[in-house]
């Protein structure tokens, strides 16, 4: 029985063991790369543990002392949050390398330790493979905490050196602390909620059946709140973008992909082993959270000048894009429809910051430094001023970017066109009419801020090619700067796409290939989700 | 397979363009007139081709080419085209203004010129494959892909004000799909609850028997998308912008094409899928129609820009081709496919014609210009024949599909008939007051320069094909007639069912039986 329980669980043993293999190596022998290499080995072997257990396993799963269930669906959620960890590693690897580049090249004599990054990412996948097997209130809520609490450092990580602006530490600090305000609360609430559950039903595992009493009701809508506070659901969503805007733009990747994704797939067992959806208060609460997010969420879109804020008030529309299947009645299509939109969802999302992160990246050694925010906002590479124009200077790049934000549109072609597809089919199936009005009203407000982005890319320049007057706008007063048109200024900052790593467009090409190729032949990853 | 490989061939030149253009400046232009040219080639090859002419009993039997794979079981959606005489008729018009779009415009693309031929040819992929999808998914997948190569056209070589018209076009039509992807998704289930068989093939899906108000729904999400195309007056106001930011080239694509898959999709899907809910709708749907008539026709004369007024007489024009399709007679659907073919024809040409106007003067406008016979007499001979021809002057193509549609809708909806009448009325006013402004009169001073070229031989030429073509269907219709004849009788007499289950569901509706003896 124990080696059967343990069986079950290695991937969690492998991602455990791999943090401490990674922080004793760290203690011992100090190097970025060497940190690097042991958080892709673990994932690797985490990987394949998973793939070997998706083999062996019975169909209805293993329950491992009650805490946690290891079944199909779990250990698909497991091999998405690495795939996404994995990805991240590789963009923040491109990231710190970009801000360490100018410091001395003995790495225990700087302030700066890239290693802790790794040690943090690999807790936050150790928290959302835990949580996405969580079969019990108290599973779920330790490996909810493993990941908020290991966000926190993560989300003000900074390294120093004069490659790390100021304004980007103080900004990530803010992030970090914000977060942990929000996370904190949210983690009270929720705690209170918990209580109240167990009050009324004298049980902390998933598989009682609903009550009916005012008590469990209530304690389950303070737990949903808790969650709605974590996904950044309207109207508890006021915290992410100024998280979203600070955080290192990986971290962002992160919290918007696999910190989302596993608390969603942990919700959807949730809500079916519990049949939340008998309950009518719980069914309006997510529906009205739903709703309010898809349409609230992608009107506060459609003003932001900052890319980041701008993705992270997608990222709460396209939250609320899932409920929409969530509250599906018919268990397996539920399943179905969530799992495929959450893939779209976290490549696409990946996808789009990895390619902001590579740009901040290759632009920071021509990006003024010191701890006051940009004035010139074509400058700026987090802004949408400095994207105007950027497929004429960087083709690729801009290419990539277009077919991301075009899934996130959802438009054909792409991946993120199939999980709409699939929202559409659970909304009609289970006949929630107003949820997918707003859906309907939410992606077409939706695309008028993805288009207006694609199209800024797209701004063609008249003007003569890129002189280099880049010392010039420093001379001239601001106010000048921004009565120009963009244009003019843009051609002084020319993108550097071979201050990209390798690493880094090779990432890029494998979300693209993703992206475009389950876009046009998705049958394979319909009949992997249909086989959970 | 003829099929496919007039869209891979589109789709590999449209592949192809960057690179040769970046080797060799201007062959990108040579290999999109050689694809195009290779295509229709093609395409009419299916003329040639044995076929059994037979009254076709059920749908399958109806289409002379098809191509049916399976593309995501999941969903039973396959990929499934296939031609008929009415899909024939849209390829050809795709196909042969295609070819028009670039040959008029020579020199016109200055910038990025191998992108654009790769976004004209994707445009023109997207609607081969929207004219021959006989699945819903798949004609949906398509009726999407074109709007993006056409959104760059406008966003990128558009005129000063490209940006707000190609995203008030895109959102237009985006968000109207997405109703009409509801509707499609909504359809599916409901014939699997059914069926007991989950699939998008039109074919399984005209057989589902859905109460009146669901159908009612349903076809609401359709019609809206099409009207959007069409389109139909209150959600017109993306066209007007559209067309008139859009490069010549585009915006001959957007008139003579992409419009007609608005009334394409009503022909073919709408009318089919949903008989009861259509003739219950057709009295609103024809005053609409109306409707557009009257307010294209009204607001088309109180345009200074030529390109403006063009844009808004489609508006005008379309309104006929909406009347023609729910009138439920067979004479004014013939004649509403008539007219998708000559609008095709005559707005290309007039957008081709403005497009040469504005290469001359640098302007659109009206106030602008005068007495330009004197200068230029090719380029005005060819406004001539082509406003004569969209105003609907008997012996051109527009004249014969117009009649039709009113001799058809007359004996069921003679009041709303009258009505669209004045159509023909005001028509001739807007383009009388084109005529009369721009080409006759004294020239202004200013405007006559030396160095004011008149169309060479080449574009005479090519203005001529057009021009020749409408009067040949003016004259003699019939060929035409005959192609979409077929089709046209599925949608009237349900032929579309099975045989052997068919049950008269039109027992009620007299109108609509009492009405096949048009031609």
């Not at chain 2, 909806?413 to 023909?424: C, D, F, K």
Request: glycine share 8%; aromatic share 12%.
């Amino acid at each position: 029985m124990i080696v059967q329980n343990l069986s079950a669980i290695t991937p969690l043993l492998i991602l455990g063991g791999g943090v401490v293999i990674l922080m004793l190596q760290v203690a011992f022998f100090r190097g970025h790369r060497g940190a690097l290499a042991t958080t892709l080995l673990t994932l690797i072997a985490t990987t394949t543990s998973c793939l070997f257990l998706l083999r062996t396993l019975p169909t209805q799963g293993h329950t491992v002392t009650g805490l946690l269930l290891v079944d199909r669906l779990s250990l698909f959620y497991c091999l998405l949050n690495i795939f996404t960890a994995a990805i991240v590693s590789a963009i923040g690897f491109h990231y710190l390398c970009a801000r360490l580049a100018g410091q001395s090249e003995k790495p225990h004599h700087s302030e700066s330790y890239p290693e802790a990054f790794y040690i943090l990412l690999l807790l936050i996948s150790l928290g959302a493979c835990t949580l996405v097997s969580a079969n019990h209130f108290a599973s779920f809520f330790l490996a909810l905490e493993l990941i908020s609490i290991s966000f926190y450092p993560l989300l003000a990580f900074s390294v120093h050196g004069d490659r790390s602006p100021l304004r980007d530490q103080m900004l990530s600090l803010e992030s970090g602390f914000k977060y942990l305000m929000t996370s904190a609360f949210a983690t009270a609430v929720g705690l209170f909620g918990i209580a109240m559950v167990f009050t009324a039903s004298g049980s902390l595992a998933f598989s009682t059946q609903p009550l009916t009493s005012d008590l469990y009701q209530a304690g389950l809508v303070l737990f949903l709140v808790a969650v709605a506070l974590k996904l950044s659901l309207v109207p508890f969503h006021f915290w992410t973008p100024d998280v979203y805007q600070g955080a290192p733009t990986p971290v962002t990747a992160l919290i918007a992909t696999l910190g989302k994704s596993a608390l969603v797939a942990a919700l959807l067992k949730l809500v079916h082993t519990l049949q939340l959806f008998e309950l009518p208060i719980i069914n309006l609460l997510i529906a009205t959270l739903a709703a309010a997010s898809m349409i609230i969420g992608n009107l506060l879109a459609l003003r932001q000048q900052n890319i980041k804020r701008l993705l992270a008030y997608s990222s709460i529309a396209h939250l609320g894009y899932v409920f929409v299947a969530l509250l599906l009645i018919d268990e397996r299509f539920a399943r179905e429809a969530v799992s495929a939109y959450l893939v779209a969802y976290v490549l696409t999302t990946l996808s789009a910051f990895s390619i902001v992160s590579l740009v901040a990246d290759s632009e920071l050694p021509h990006t003024p430094g010191g701890a006051h925010p940009l004035q010139d906002h074509a400058r700026d590479p987090f802004q949408r001023a400095f994207y105007r124009g950027l497929l004429w200077r960087a083709p690729v790049l801009s290419i990539y970017f277009i077919v991301a934000l075009l899934s996130l549109a959802g438009i054909p072609l792409t991946l993120g066109f199939f999980g709409k597809f699939y929202l559409f089919s659970a909304g009609i199936q289970g006949q929630q009419w107003w949820l997918l009005i707003a859906l309907i009203a939410g992606s077409a407000l939706g695309l008028y801020y993805y288009l207006g982005l694609i199209l800024d890319l797209l701004k063609r320049q008249d003007s003569a090619v890129a002189g280099d007057n880049r010392e010039t706008p420093e001379k001239k007063p601001d106010s000048i700067n921004m009565l120009k048109p963009a244009g003019c200024q843009k051609t002084s900052v020319t993108d550097r796409p071979e201050s990209i790593a390798l690493s880094g467009w090779l990432v890029l090409l494998l979300l693209t290939i993703l992206l475009l190729g389950f876009g046009v032949y998705p049958s394979p990853l319909i009949n992997w989700i249909i086989a959970l | 397979m003829t099929l496919l490989l007039i869209l891979l061939l589109l789709l590999a030149a449209a592949v192809l363009c960057c690179p040769l253009e970046k080797v060799h400046p201007g062959s990108s232009r040579a290999l999109a007139i050689f694809s195009l040219l290779m295509t229709t080639v093609l395409l009419f090859g299916y003329l040639w081709a044995p076929r059994v002419f037979t009254v076709p009993a059920t749908l399958a039997d109806l289409w002379w080419d098809q191509l049916n794979w399976a593309w995501i079981p999941r969903f039973g959606i396959r990929f499934h085209l296939g031609i008929d005489g009415l899909g024939f008729l849209m390829l050809a018009l795709t196909l042969g203004m295609g070819l028009f779009g670039l040959w008029i415009t020579p020199g016109q693309i200055r910038q990025r010129v191998g992108l654009f031929h790769c976004c004209y040819l994707l445009t023109i992929a997207g609607v081969v494959g929207v004219f021959t999808a006989l699945d819903l998914f798949l004609f949906f997948f398509f009726w999407e892909v074109m709007l993006i190569p056409m959104f760059l056209l406008i966003a990128i070589w558009g005129y000063e004000d490209r940006t707000r018209a190609a995203i008030k076009f895109f959102i237009f039509t985006q968000a109207s799909s997405l109703l009409m992807l509801a509707a499609i998704v909504a359809l599916a289930y409901l014939s699997y609850l059914q069926n007991g068989e989950i699939t998008f093939s039109l074919q399984h899906l005209a057989q589902a028997r859905l109460p009146l108000h669901t159908q009612y729904w349903l076809m609401f999400g359709f019609f809206i998308a099409f009207a959007v195309k069409l389109p139909a007056v209150p959600l017109h106001p993306w066209l007007p912008d559209a067309h008139t930011q859009a490069p010549t080239a585009a915006s001959i694509l957007l008139a003579a094409v992409l419009l007609k898959t608005g009334a394409y999709g009503l022909l073919r899907f709408t009318l089919p899928l949903f008989p009861e809910a259509c003739s219950a709708f057709a009295p609103l749907a024809l005053m609409i129609g109306v409707a557009s008539i009257v307010y294209g026709a009204m607001a088309a004369y109180a345009q200074q820009d030529i390109k403006r007024l063009v844009a808004y007489s489609s508006v005008s024009h379309m309104g006929f081709v909406l009347i023609g399709v729910f009138s439920g007679n067979s004479t004014a659907t013939l004649g509403a496919i008539t007219l998708m073919i000559a609008h095709g024809l005559s707005s290309a040409a007039l957008f081709g014609m403005v497009g040469k106007l504005q290469q001359r003067f640098h302007s659109r406008n009206i106030a602008e210009m005068s007495g330009l016979w004197a200068t230029l007499p090719r380029l005005s001979a060819v406004a001539l024949v082509f406003v004569m021809a969209a105003i609907g002057l008997p012996g051109l193509g527009n004249f014969v599909a117009e009649f039709l549609v009113l001799v058809g809708s007359f004996p069921s909806y003679p009041w709303l008939t009258t009505a669209a009448v004045s159509g023909v009325i005001l028509a001739a006013m807007y383009g009388l007051r084109l005529l009369q402004r721009v080409f006759f009169g004294l020239p202004h001073s200013n405007q006559v320069t030396p160095d004011m070229q008149d169309l060479s031989r080449r574009e005479l030429a090519v203005f001529s094909c057009a021009g020749l073509l409408l009067l040949w269907i003016g004259l003699y219709p019939q060929p035409l007639l005959s192609q979409a004849k077929e089709w046209v009788e599925v949608i009237h007499n349900r032929t579309i069912e099975n045989p052997a289950n068919y049950t008269p569901r039109r027992d009620g509706d007299s109108r609509l039986k009492g009405s096949e003896a048009g031609y």
